[in-house]
């Protein structure tokens, strides 16, 4: 039982477009989100975080939007870049217990 | 760089042998916690460790245990290897268990296959 699916295993954009990487949960006492970036051979970076209390948080190119009732959140990238090519992950938390759930991953090609 | 480090970054054991992974987490950080990433698949949570003690764990079995340290760092065992615990193997340090702001910084994984 998958509670945080990424139904994209993969999305190719060209460079300067915007790349718009997607996310659903099936667990409503989900109220922290995660995006995390992973390169090859390297552990996960935290990219962007949001709380279930806002629906929008951004981060220079990076914006995550929430839809609570619609359990769904999405991480815009404006301009993309090649250098942004990588795998992406969306997790969820609560407040209570910090351990994340992740989802399976997208895999982000930015062609030059 | 999140200033987790993981050792070892490589390792080949054969099923039914055991393994210490171990993690040293990031300066100022009281929480480890453990994920297992197959391939193919996202991380997935083992258990956490809050100021030496367990503080939840994921759907493994008991052969998986960890150990917490006094300057925080952490060690994952795993008995009786099985084929299926061939995976990367993720620490992540954050500063606190719970609440908002507290994102989890990976190290670089420990890639385990058991043959």
């Known amino acids: 039982d998958q509670q945080v699916k990424q139904n994209s295993p993969s999305l190719s954009v060209q460079e300067g477009r915007i790349s718009i990487l997607n996310c659903d949960y099936t667990?409503?006492?989900?109220?922290?989100f995660l995006w995390y970036k992973k390169y090859p051979a390297e552990g996960p970076t935290f990219l962007i975080s949001i709380s279930s209390i806002k629906d929008k948080n951004e981060d220079g190119r990076f914006t995550v939007f929430l839809n609570k009732s619609a359990k769904h959140l999405s991480l815009h990238i404006v301009p993309s870049q090649p250098g942004d090519s990588a795998v992406y992950f969306c997790a969820a938390a609560t407040f209570s217990n910090y351990k994340l759930t992740f989802g399976k991953g997208t895999l982000l090609t930015v062609n030059p | 760089e999140t200033g987790v480090t993981q050792s070892p970054t490589h390792l080949i054991k054969t099923r039914g042998q055991q393994v210490t992974l171990r993690c040293s987490s990031q300066s100022g950080h009281n929480t480890v916690s453990w994920y297992q990433q197959a391939l193919g698949q996202g991380p997935q949570f083992i258990f956490q460790?809050?100021?030496?003690?367990?503080?939840g764990r994921g759907n493994f079995p008991p052969r998986f245990s960890g150990l917490q340290f006094p300057n925080y760092s952490s060690e994952l065992n795993v008995n009786a290897l099985e084929l299926d615990d061939s995976a990367l193997y993720l620490c992540?340090?954050?500063?606190?268990?719970?609440?908002?702001?507290?994102?989890?910084?990976f190290g670089q994984g420990t890639r385990l296959t058991v043959v």
């Open positions: 992540a340090s954050s500063l606190g268990a719970s609440g908002v702001n507290t994102e989890a910084f």
């Open positions: 667990n409503s006492m989900f109220d922290y």
């Open positions: 460790y809050y100021r030496e003690e367990e503080n």
